[in-house]
T-cell receptor, first 110, second 112 residues
């Protein structure tokens, strides 16, 4: 798996968009970008994933740069319940194993 | 639909005792993952199965740890004998091939 780099922590005001960056400069063409989050005391929760196109679902949007070396997870209107550790992971197509790094601790502030 | 179900949610036991953690997969999923999470080491993959067959157990700490899938919907992780350094939160996750993993709520294990 390619390695990812994320800032250790970020703050975001409640109601504002939270933009969480991830660097994956060694990603290969058949590796997807996945995002999970872990709210305190719970198991990690899948958010979104993509290969090269931008993706959006009910939880978030994923913007992947054209060269695929970085991506941004966007929570359009952050709430206090979005306070969590967010993990960016790259995963090889057809390969089940993934490695969780240290993630970004997002604190949503009232 | 029910998610991944782990039991027990909390376990406190004395050093040397056998510990058995249980996991029920989401119906239709064919891959099963066991993780361990500590403050020091973060979230580590211990072992994963595909179609009931162990594929990668390189994360299993030592021979005291063993995992099985007696059927397609159920798995156990055993620690025998347990040691204080095994104290952690243990997560189970399941998925279908090439789909996201879904995690259970974890078992918080304390070895005294």
């Amino acid at each position: 798996d390619a390695k990812t780099t994320q800032p250790p922590s970020m703050d975001c005001a409640e109601g504002r968009a939270a933009n969480l960056p991830c660097n994956h400069s060694t990603i290969s063409g058949n590796e997807y970008v996945y995002w999970y989050r872990q709210i305190h005391s719970q198991g990690p929760q899948y958010i979104i994933h993509g290969l090269k196109n931008n993706e959006t679902n009910e939880m978030a949007s994923l913007i992947i740069t054209e060269d695929r070396k970085s991506s941004t997870l966007i929570l359009p209107h952050a709430t206090l319940r979005d306070t969590a550790v967010y993990y960016c992971i790259v995963r090889l197509t057809g390969y089940q194993k993934v490695t969780f790094g240290t993630g970004t601790k997002l604190q949503v502030i009232p | 639909d029910a998610g991944v179900i782990q039991s027990p949610r909390h376990e406190v036991t004395e050093m040397g005792q056998e510990v058995t953690l249980r996991c029920k997969l989401i119906s239709g999923h064919n891959s099963l993952f066991w993780y361990r999470q500590t403050m020091m080491r973060g979230l580590e993959l211990l072992i994963y199965f595909n179609n009931n067959v162990p594929i990668d157990d390189s994360g299993m700490p030592e021979d005291r740890f063993s995992a099985k899938m007696p059927n397609a919907s159920f798995s156990t992780l055993k620690i025998q004998p347990s040691e204080p350094r095994d104290s952690a939160v243990y997560f189970c996750a399941s998925s279908s091939t090439d789909r996201p993993q879904h995690f259970g709520d974890g078992t918080r294990l304390s070895i005294l």
